[in-house]
C-alpha cells in the first residue's frame, strides 16, 4: 500500500529517580504496544491501533530496507538539515508486547545525556498507510523532551532494574535463531534451515520483496477503481452493469452453479442420470435447499449402475464474453476477471 503519511509518536517517562547515578541507556525499546494506544498532541486528543500484522509489516519492511533505523535528536531527521545519530536500531522483533527494537549502540554523547537525565523519553516516526488505518514502517526514533504516548514503558531503566531482567549473549542468539526459525516456515524457506545466517537472510529478503511487490500491485489496481476490498470493486461493478447484462450474468452464474451441485450429486450416487434435469431445475431455483436435500439423502444408486458420475469435474469459474466485454470496460484484465470469479 502506499505510505504518504508520518506520524510522531512520543513515548513516556524514561527514568527510575531512585538511582540516578546508575541511569543505563537501554539495549531494547518497547516501540509501540498492540491494541489501542492514545496519545495527546498539540492538545488534541487522539488514539490508533497496532495490531499483530502492522508489527509483521513493519518488520518486513525493515528487513527489504536491508540498513540500520537510526534514533536522532529530535527529529532532526525529517528537517532536511544536518541530523546526527544519537544510536543506531539494528533490529526489530514482535512479542506479546508489541514491536520491540534493539538498539545496536549508542553514540557516546547520546549515553551521556541519557545517563545524567538531560534526554528521557523517545519518539517513533510511524509510517501509515494512504487511508490511515495501518502502520506500515518505522522511519526513525528520536530522542525528546516533550512526550505525548499514554503509558509507554521506561526509555532509560536504573541498573538494579535492569539487572531484574537478565540478558545473556547465549539468550540473544538463541532468540535470534528462533526468529529465524519462525520466518523460514512462515515463508516456505525451510530448504534453508541449515544454510550459512547471510544466506537464510538474502532468501528472506527476497521471499519478503516478493510479497510486498504484490501487495503495492493489488493495492494499486484497488486504487485505480478507488476501492479498498475486492467486495467493493465488486459491488461497484454490478451497480454499473447494464439491468439487461445484469440479468444475462446472474443467469449464467446460477446455471454453472446449479450444474455444478448437481454433478456433485451424480458423483455421490444421490441421484441417477434420468433425474438430472429435475435437479439442474430445482438447483437454479433455489440452490441452497438444493445442496441441503443432496446432503442429507443417502447414496441411493447402486455402485454398477451409470450414473453420469464418471462425467469431468467442473472447471474452474470463467467468464462469458458478456461478462468479459463488462469487465474489461473497467480496465480489468482476465487474470483479474478470473480472480473476480474464483471469489464468488
Known amino acids: 500500500m502506499k505510505t504518504q503519511r508520518l506520524a510522531l509518536f512520543d513515548a513516556v517517562e524514561a527514568l527510575a529517580e531512585s538511582q540516578p547515578a546508575k541511569r543505563t541507556p537501554p539495549k531494547e525499546i518497547l516501540i509501540?504496544?498492540?491494541?489501542?494506544?492514545?496519545?495527546?498532541?498539540?492538545?488534541?486528543?487522539?488514539?490508533?491501533?497496532?495490531?499483530?500484522?502492522?508489527?509483521?509489516?513493519?518488520?518486513?519492511?525493515?528487513?527489504?530496507?536491508?540498513?540500520?533505523?537510526?534514533?536522532?535528536?529530535?527529529?532532526?531527521?525529517?528537517?532536511?538539515?544536518?541530523?546526527?545519530?544519537?544510536?543506531?536500531?539494528?533490529?526489530?522483533?514482535?512479542?506479546?508486547?508489541?514491536?520491540?527494537?534493539?538498539?545496536?549502540?549508542?553514540?557516546?554523547?547520546?549515553?551521556?545525556?541519557?545517563?545524567?537525565?538531560?534526554?528521557?523519553?523517545?519518539?517513533?516516526?510511524?509510517?501509515?498507510?494512504?487511508?490511515?488505518?495501518?502502520?506500515?514502517a518505522l522511519h526513525s526514533v528520536a530522542l525528546t523532551n516533550h512526550p505525548a504516548m499514554h503509558h509507554n514503558p521506561a526509555l532509560v531503566a536504573a541498573d538494579n532494574a535492569a539487572d531484574a531482567v537478565p540478558e545473556t549473549q547465549a539468550d540473544n542468539k538463541e532468540q535470534k535463531g528462533k526468529t529465524m526459525h519462525e520466518l523460514l516456515q512462515k515463508l516456505g524457506l525451510m530448504a534453508l534451515a541449515d544454510a550459512p545466517p547471510s544466506e537464510q537472510w538474502s532468501g528472506v529478503s527476497n521471499e519478503l520483496k516478493k510479497l510486498l511487490d504484490s501487495q503495492k500491485a493489488f493495492a494499486d489496481f484497488l486504487e485505480l477503481h478507488d476501492c479498498a476490498t475486492l467486495n467493493e470493486l465488486d459491488t461497484k461493478i454490478h451497480a454499473m452493469v447494464p439491468a439487461s447484462d445484469k440479468a444475462q450474468l446472474e443467469e449464467e452464474l446460477r446455471s454453472r452453479d446449479a450444474l455444478s451441485a448437481v454433478n456433485q450429486a451424480l458423483r455421490a450416487r444421490k441421484i441417477s442420470a434420468a433425474f438430472k434435469d429435475w435437479a439442474l431445475d430445482f438447483a437454479k431455483r433455489d440452490l441452497k435447499a438444493f445442496q441441503s436435500w443432496s446432503d442429507a439423502a443417502p447414496s441411493i444408486i447402486p455402485d454398477n449402475e451409470d450414473t453420469d458420475a464418471e462425467a469431468p469435474a467442473p472447471q474452474a469459474p470463467s467468464a462469458s464474453d458478456a461478462e468479459r466485454a463488462i469487465f474489461r470496460r473497467l480496465g480489468l484484465s482476465d487474470k483479474q476477471i478470473d480472480t473476480l470469479l474464483k471469489e464468488k
Open 32 to 136: 509501540v504496544r498492540l491494541g489501542k494506544n492514545k496519545y495527546t498532541k498539540n492538545g488534541q486528543p487522539g488514539e490508533f491501533e497496532f495490531s499483530e500484522a502492522d508489527a509483521d509489516s513493519v518488520i518486513a519492511e525493515f528487513v527489504t530496507r536491508g540498513r540500520d533505523i537510526v534514533i536522532d535528536y529530535e527529529h532532526q531527521s525529517l528537517q532536511g538539515g544536518p541530523a546526527p545519530a544519537a544510536g543506531w536500531i539494528e533490529s526489530l522483533r514482535k512479542t506479546a508486547d508489541g514491536l520491540v527494537a534493539r538498539v545496536k549502540y549508542w553514540t557516546e554523547q547520546a549515553g551521556s545525556l541519557l545517563r545524567q537525565g538531560e534526554y528521557r523519553y523517545f519518539s517513533p516516526v510511524l509510517t501509515f498507510s494512504r487511508r490511515g488505518k495501518s502502520v506500515s
